[in-house]
Nanobody, 124 residues
Framework: QVRLVESGGGLVQAGDSLKLSCAAS????????WAWFRQGPGDEREFVAA????????HYADSVKGRFSISRDSAKNILYLQMNNLTREDTAVYYC?????????????????WGRGTQVTVSS
């Protein structure tokens, strides 16, 4: 079983930066694809970014491309999301699901392990 715990969320102002972390425990996720999703108030849960097991391949949603950066430390089983130039539209609960599927995918149903999320609130 894989346990995922997100952290690093908080209240920031528009234009600020924030770095999220996700720690995995239980079974190692070193060979899993890993991603960030988010869900704003009243919205569907949406894909943000994904990274393959080696960290050599990444994929981003158009809405965050150029502002967010996903990375992982496979030795420590930690996933990161560096978020720069935040806007109010980035306000959401952020999740870090993991998938045994090696091909990067924005499809939520391909991720079998989910944490409880961390809240990010951006004020103007």
């Amino acid at each position: 079983q894989v346990r995922l715990v997100e952290s690093g969320g908080g209240l920031v102002q528009a234009g600020d930066s924030l770095k999220l972390s996700c720690a995995a425990s239980g079974r190692t996720v070193s060979r899993y694809s890993w991603a960030w999703f988010r869900q704003g108030p009243g919205d569907e849960r949406e894909f943000v970014a994904a990274i393959n097991w080696s960290g050599g391949n990444t994929h981003y949603a158009d809405s965050v491309k150029g502002r967010f950066s996903i990375s992982r430390d496979s030795a420590k089983n930690i996933l990161y999301l560096q978020m720069n130039n935040l806007t109010r539209e980035d306000t959401a609960v952020y999740y870090c699901p993991a998938s045994i599927v090696t091909v990067l995918t924005p499809r939520r149903e391909r991720y079998g392990y989910w944490g409880r999320g961390t809240q990010v609130t951006v004020s103007s």
